[in-house]
C-alpha cells in the first residue's frame, strides 16, 4: 500500500487536495467516488518527490530553502507520535492520525510516506531510513533501540525531551542574535545613505570653492571616492573569496586546518568546543537511556560532532573504550571536555547511572554556553553603539568642519 496525493472536485465544483492511502491509483480513485469527490489527478507520493523532484514551483523553492524536517516540525511529530503510541495506539493508526493533523503539506507527504512503508509490513525505523535527510542517524538508532526492547514509547518521549531541548536552544541563540543583527543593518544603511547621498552633494560645494579642506574631510572624500569607483569590484571580490573559501572547505585537509583555527579563537573556540562536547553527551545519553549499547551509541553519537579536531579526538576515544579503558579516562585524554564533565562521567560509571550523568553534563554545558552568549551580547551592544555612533561622528565632523572654517574666513 502506497501513499497517493489526490486533487478532487466536490458536489460544488471546488477543488480538494488531500493525501489517502492505497494498492493503487484505482483503489484511490474508487475511495474518491465513494465519498462523493471526483477524482481529477492522482499522483503516487515517491521519495524522489518529497526530496526535490516536485512538478511545483513553490514545492521546488521550500526544497531549495529546506531541505530536511525543520526543529519545530521535527519536535511536533515526535511529541504527537510519543503522546499517541503511549495511549497504548497501535503504530500504524499513530502514524496516520498524526499525519492527519499535520497542517504543512510538504510534513504531510513525508509522514505519510513513512506510513505506507509501515503498511507494507516494515518497522518504524525501517520506514524512516527511507528518509535519511529528515530523520537523522540517532533518531533512526533509538526508535529500533525502542522497538527490540518494546520500549518504544518511552524512547520516543525521551526523543521528543530531546529535540524540543534542540530546538529551544537554537531558538534562544536566534533570538538573541536578532537585536544586534537589527542595529547592524539599521547602522550600516545610515552611513550608507550619508556617503552615497549627503556627503558627495556637501562636500562638492567646498571643492569647487578652492578651499583648504580640513584633513578629515579630505580622509572622508577619498574613501567616498574609492568606494563610489572600486565599490562594485570590492564587492564581487568579496564574494569570490567567500566561495573560493567554501568551497576550500571541501577538502578534508582545509576544513580541519581551519576547525583546528577556530578552536584557538579566544571566545568563538570556548564555544565550539562547549557546543560540540555537549552535544555528543546529550546525544550519547538519549541513546544510552534508549536500549543501545555503549559502544555502539558512541559510534553514532560523534557522528553529531560538527568541529573536525573535536570529532578526531572523541573517535579515537571511542576506540580506547572499546580496548577496555573507561570511558571517563578515554574522554578526558581528549582534553576538550572540562574537568566537571569528566567528573560527572565518572560518577555515572561507577553508579550505574551512566545515562543520566550525561544528560546532565549536557544540560550544564547548554547552561554554560546560554551564559557565555548572554554575556557576549551583553558586551557586543554597547560596543556595536558606540563604533557605529563614532563613524558616523566622524562623517558629520568632517562634513561640518569646513562650514566651521568657511565662517571663520567671512567674518
Do not use: C
Request: glycine share 6%.
Amino acid at each position: 500500500m502506497g501513499a497517493f496525493e489526490y486533487i478532487a472536485l466536490d458536489a460544488s465544483g471546488r477543488r480538494q487536495k488531500g493525501i489517502m492511502q492505497g494498492d493503487a491509483p484505482r483503489a484511490v480513485r474508487q475511495k474518491l467516488r465513494e465519498t462523493g469527490l471526483i477524482p481529477v489527478e492522482v499522483t503516487e507520493i515517491a521519495e524522489s518527490e518529497i526530496m526535490g523532484e516536485t512538478s511545483s514551483w513553490k514545492d521546488r523553492l521550500s526544497y531549495f530553502f529546506r531541505r530536511r524536517l525543520s526543529s519545530a516540525d521535527l519536535t511536533l511529530f515526535t511529541r504527537q507520535l510519543a503522546t499517541l503510541v503511549s495511549s497504548s495506539m497501535p503504530i500504524e493508526e499513530a502514524i496516520r492520525a498524526v499525519a492527519e493533523q499535520t497542517e504543512k503539506n510538504n510534513v504531510k507527504k513525508i509522514i505519510s510516506a513513512v506510513h505506507a512503508k509501515i503498511l507494507e509490513g516494515h518497522s518504524l525505523a525501517v520506514s524512516l531510513g527511507s528518509f535519511p535527510d529528515m530523520f537523522s542517524a540517532l533518531y533512526r538508532a533509538s526508535v529500533a533501540a525502542g522497538e527490540q526492547t518494546g520500549h518504544l514509547d518511552q524512547v520516543l518521549l525521551r526523543l521528543a525531551d530531546y529535540t524540543e531541548k534542540r530546538q529551544q536552544i537554537q531558538q534562544k541563540v536566534q533570538q538573541a542574535l536578532i537585536y544586534p543583527v537589527i542595529m547592524l543593518l539599521v547602522a550600516f544603511s545610515i552611513i550608507a545613505f550619508l556617503l552615497s547621498y549627503v556627503v558627495p552633494k556637501i562636500t562638492g560645494i567646498f571643492k569647487d570653492s578652492g578651499q583648504d579642506l580640513p584633513t578629515a574631510t579630505q580622509i572622508l572624500l577619498q574613501i567616498n571616492s574609492f568606494v563610489s569607483h572600486y565599490g562594485g569590484w570590492l564587492l564581487l571580490g568579496i564574494v569570490i573569496l567567500v566561495v573560493l573559501f567554501n568551497r576550500s572547505l571541501r577538502y578534508p585537509r582545509m576544513k580541519s586546518a581551519w576547525h583546528r583555527f577556530l578552536l584557538k579563537i579566544p571566545v568563538i573556540g570556548k564555544m565550539i568546543r562547549l557546543s560540540n562536547t555537549a552535544q555528543f553527551a546529550r546525544t550519547l545519553g538519549t541513546l544510552s537511556a534508549a536500549g543501545v549499547s555503549v559502544l555502539e551509541a558512541m559510534r553514532i553519537a560523534v557522528d553529531v560532532v560538527s568541529n573536525l579536531s573535536i570529532r578526531e579526538a572523541i573517535q579515537t576515544a571511542a576506540q580506547r573504550v572499546r580496548e577496555g579503558t573507561p570511558m571517563h579516562y578515554a574522554l578526558k585524554q581528549t582534553k576538550f571536555f572540562s574537568p566537571m564533565s569528566v567528573h560527572l562521567v565518572a560518577s555515572g560509571e561507577n553508579s550505574g547511572q551512566l545515562e543520566a550523568m550525561l544528560l546532565r553534563m549536557a544540560d550544564y554545558q547548554d547552561q554554560e554556553i546560554t551564559a557565555a552568549i548572554e554575556i557576549g551580547l551583553t558586551l557586543f551592544e554597547p560596543m556595536l553603539i558606540l563604533s557605529m555612533g563614532g563613524i558616523i561622528l566622524f562623517i558629520v565632523l568632517a562634513v561640518l568642519l569646513p562650514i566651521f572654517s568657511l565662517n571663520q574666513l567671512v567674518s
